[in-house]
């Protein structure tokens, strides 16, 4: 181990304990090898003042075993490693000591230290760090912007010092004027959400200060605009990537708070604001951050009303989290607990929250919100009826539940439900688009005759009761067709593959006549090509219907698709790659990969699931043609295949 320079120590960090070598103990095992090998020419680096070597391993075992360990601590004690245990004279430690100190003395003072070997020395807690990743660390620092300069440090030094109102409000400024810099671009770093809160939170140290509190608007909106500007970036980059917010659910909590205690005229409103503001911003902790903000009001006597707590409920519902449906249950008794009577927004508020947790029993527990809904309203409770929306609510967790044609039944029996309430005079519950779309979603997934069937007859029911009663209500758009579409394409009885083209050909002359709703996207086509593949035991006159309705299909995307705006994808690919091996002979099945295979590596649209569908389509010397390989198709990756594909 060559000791670069006597100025430093050795430091060697395994696990959690470190052994440190000291520059006295190093000069001395240094020396003691120096004169060990008398009568040979010293080595270059002995001879230099500040480049020792210790030359053996007995040296640097003796190094480590001299050293002193403290076992409390991990690490070994700040006292030299020489001592007369060691056989060794404690003047030449005592020397190096005086001298040390002596030059920190004149270093403290300003003045050079004397150009000798030992006035190198310096603090034996001084340390040089060897290893890569603090090297890493390092170079890191050394280029990221420095804490002490511009808005950034200041902001730093006057967090260290906050002692008085008007240090908090320097920190608004001083953070107003960094949203600024980075609302014009010439900003240094971005904002972080932990920098904002540390600086919102400093303002709560004095009392929520009306003068810091009045800042807190133009803060928020602030830090939205930049979410805003970011969110364009992003969007116009190829690949969209992602950026961090500069604010988050706790940042919301913090303002809410500040602006609760801050006795304004219109703090209430405000502090309702930024909970609806927090629920809506799908925030990972916005619902605990929104019950915590519902908690601060009540200690603060802010007045609670319905909407607050319908935001909190939305806040769980759009979490996505497996226990918000009973959260929101909580919620709900909590808010009658405190004499706030929940209106329909609350309960349907609840329904979404079980129709969006895909729990197996979540459509039936849903149901049962909607039947309390209305027994409070047959009892005389105001604002609690069911409306259109809480039918839907309801309808979508069964369309959400599992594939099993009961479930479909049942949105189908809602949706009979509200037809029933609407021709007997309650408005507010008629059906609408949808109404029909989640009812149609909820069949496509039940691979049954009778799910195909019924998707189609809501289909012609709602262009029925568009056509003829001029109800634009329930008008059939984009998402009804194509759930139609979906439900043919799902379905493995049954020849659908004729009725699916027919309802494709629909809505391409709708939209020429000027449905704009109904423009077909690429997931139209790609259903119509997924409805020929399961045709399997059909005669074989039907498999080569099937098999030019895919072809056509195909083809059309490529005509036609450019005035819709639709280009290929993998789905597209992996469908017709399917519907060739079920329905075509084996030398068109060759030709049609062929041409195929080529567009698909043109477009760009070759992924694992194209390979995947091609190992069970090809045979595997047509497939490994194709590629371009020899190797075994299994073990063909997507890596080793043009980027380019």
Known sequence: IALRSTRYRIVEERSNVHVRVCVSAARFLSSEGSASSSGTASSPASRHPQHRLLSSNAALATVLDETHFEPSSNTCSSRPCLSPSSGTDNTEYATIREREVSVRGQRAAGASPPSTNDAELISPTETIAATPARRKQQRRRSASPKRGKGVLGKIHARLNTNNSPEASLELADLLLRLIDEELSGSAAVKLKPQMVNRVLSAGMKHGSNPEFVGRLDSVMKGLEAIARMDSSRNSSRKGNGSSSLPYDARTYSIVAELWGGSGIANSQHQVQRIVKTLARSRQADAPTECERILRMMKERNVELTAACFNACLDAWAKSGRSDAPRKAEDLLVSMQQQGIQPNFISFTTVIDCFAKSR???????????????????????????PTTITF????????KGPNRLEFAENADRLLQEMKTLSDAGYVQVSPDRITYTACINAYSKVKMNRAATRSVELLREMEKLYKEGGNDAVSPDLYAYNAVLRTLGNQDEGYHATEAESILNEMISLHKQGHPRIKPDVLSFN???RSCILHTKRSAKDKQQALKIAINTLARIRSDGGEFGVKVDSFTFSYFFKACAALASVQQLEELLRASFKWCCNSGSLNDRVLDALRQSASPELAQKLLGTSKELESVMIDDLPAEW
């Open 359 to 385: 729990d197996v029993n979540a459509a039936q527990k849903a149901e049962e919100v909607l039947r309390l809904m209305q027994e409070l309203d047959g009892s005389g409770m105001p604002g609690v009826r």
């Open 392 to 399: 839907n609510a309801a309808i979508n967790a069964y369309s």
């Open 527 to 529: 259903s119509v090509i």
